[in-house]
């Protein structure tokens, strides 16, 4: 997009070359990184294995939908396994139902295994593309010496970031800033007022690293009490929130490093750290746990309505009346609802 000064309404080719050509001589125009075919297909493979999660995730929520919907509890899992485990799919495909949920049922299983083996597929083809290529497997042995940096983040770093050597030096700051991790400012003056984070860059990248800080915060004692430090500094409602983003943030740090000098990360001076309280993580419930503890059938009661005696309108014609005596009277109605 050429900028224009103000009243200007004459457009050419030969106006927009003429001002490409002065912003080019004034060094006002960046240039871009064509990341090398290498590094494309990486990010073809990890962009493939995020909608293949994403397709995972939307199976099983249609399957606890239809459930709920029926009235059908879901399967309880074995104790010490996975939520989706073989089991609890065994006892989905034997629920009893009708002819159309057990239909509609059978074809999210039979799409929900499907979407499990393409998941597993792709999976192997990202980790034997890494492991062909020795630049790769040399990076992502780098990245994985982080503390809650995995498999997973990892090739998905190497795919947005690419070769350690295009990261400039004593810049570790503009790689949070690349993933949305650094705060929006609006200064003036002596005023400074900073906001929350520009999550600008991969939204999916910036998620993946907010998870591998929660792990990272129970292997990493120094990232610990780094947490801790910011928790205690912020309301209970918004503490967690904002000390795992600024974990995430340090993480980027690590990973700069890591990557710039191609060295393996390791501890520098080892801090003792006791473990994490269950308060000091925030709340963190299933919304599926909260569903079964709530009671399957529950009575509506509505309030008593007073005779009217013409000082105000009747039910009616309730919504003519001030939205001052409105409001009061529809919250008291709602009020006598149990099960809410």
Request: proline fraction near 7%; aromatic fraction near 8%; charge should be positive.
């Amino acid at each position: 997009m050429i900028p224009t000064a103000p009243g200007q309404r004459v457009k050419t080719n030969r106006l927009d070359s003429k001002k490409i050509t002065e912003a080019l001589r004034a060094g006002q125009l960046k240039s871009i990184h064509v990341p090398s075919t290498t590094y494309r297909h990486l990010r073809h493979l990890t962009k493939i294995r995020d909608l293949m999660v994403r397709q995972i995730g939307g199976t099983k929520c249609r399957i606890k939908a239809l459930l709920l919907f029926e009235g059908i509890p879901f399967p309880e899992a074995p104790r010490k396994s996975h939520y989706w485990s073989r089991s609890v799919i065994v006892q989905l495909h034997k629920l009893s139902g009708s002819g159309a949920v057990r239909f509609r049922l059978d074809r999210y299983l039979e799409a929900l295994e499907f979407q499990w083996q393409q998941y597993w597929k792709i999976t192997r083809e990202m980790r034997t593309f890494c492991r062909r290529d020795p630049e790769l497997k040399r990076c992502l042995f780098y990245l994985t010496s982080i503390p809650g940096i995995g498999q997973i983040v990892a090739p998905h770093l190497l795919a947005r970031i690419g070769p350690g050597q295009n990261l400039e030096e004593h810049r570790g700051h503009e790689l949070a800033a690349f993933l949305g991790l650094v705060p929006t400012e609006h200064s003036t003056g002596d005023r400074v007022h900073r906001g929350s984070i520009t999550r600008a860059g991969d939204k999916r990248l910036r998620s993946k690293l907010i998870q591998s800080a929660w792990t990272a915060i129970r292997q990493d004692p120094q990232l610990r009490e780094f947490y801790r430090s910011v928790y205690r500094r912020h309301p209970q409602h918004l503490a967690a929130r904002k000390a795992i983003v600024a974990v995430a943030r340090k993480l980027t740090t690590r990973i700069f490093a890591v990557l710039k000098e191609q060295r393996p990360f390791f501890y520098r001076t080892p801090i003792p750290s006791p473990p994490l309280l269950p308060g000091e993580s925030g709340p963190r419930e299933r919304l599926d746990v909260s569903q079964k503890e709530e009671e399957p059938n529950f009575q509506v009661s509505l309030p008593r309505q007073r005779p009217s005696l013409g000082l105000r309108p009747s039910g009616a014609n309730l919504s003519q009346c001030d939205g001052r005596k409105a409001v009061p009277r529809m919250a008291a109605s709602l009020s006598g609802i149990k099960g809410t």
